[in-house]
Nanobody, 122 residues
Framework: QVQLVESGGGLVQAGGSLRLSCAASGRTFSGCAMGWFRQAPGKEREFVATRSGSLSYYTDSVKGRFTISRDNFGNTIYLQMDSLKPEDTAVFYC?????????????????WGQGTQVTISS
């Protein structure tokens, strides 16, 4: 059974940093795209970042502040979040797909974590 487990969420002040982790188990995602999405209260889930191989893509609002990375085995991804803003407050979800191509579309991902809450105070 495939599982994605996120960790690292919490409450920080604006301008602070958090590092999210997502560990996948049950199958290998080496060679597959993995990414991060988030959902703020009252809003739809939105793309944050994705990585496959050496390619990384970000939504415009986090470029220059967030960095996605993966471990050498490919089954753990990270999201380093710096210069956090109150508008970054959301539940952050890790996602994985069975194809190599990175995607900004949530429907392209077959596996999802349970989410981790990130709250930024002003």
């Amino acid at each position: 059974q495939v599982q994605l487990v996120e960790s690292g969420g919490g409450l920080v002040q604006a301008g602070g940093s958090l590092r999210l982790s997502c560990a996948a188990s049950g199958r290998t995602f080496s060679g597959c795209a993995m990414g991060w999405f988030r959902q703020a209260p009252g809003k739809e889930r939105e793309f944050v970042a994705t990585r496959s191989g050496s390619l990384s893509y970000y939504t415009d609002s986090v470029k220059g502040r967030f960095t996605i990375s993966r471990d050498n085995f490919g089954n753990t991804i990270y999201l380093q979040m710096d210069s956090l803003k109150p508008e970054d407050t959301a539940v952050f979800y890790c996602a994985a797909r069975t194809q190599w191509a990175p995607s900004r579309t949530s429907n392209d991902y077959q596996y999802w974590g349970q989410g981790t809450q990130v709250t930024i105070s002003s």
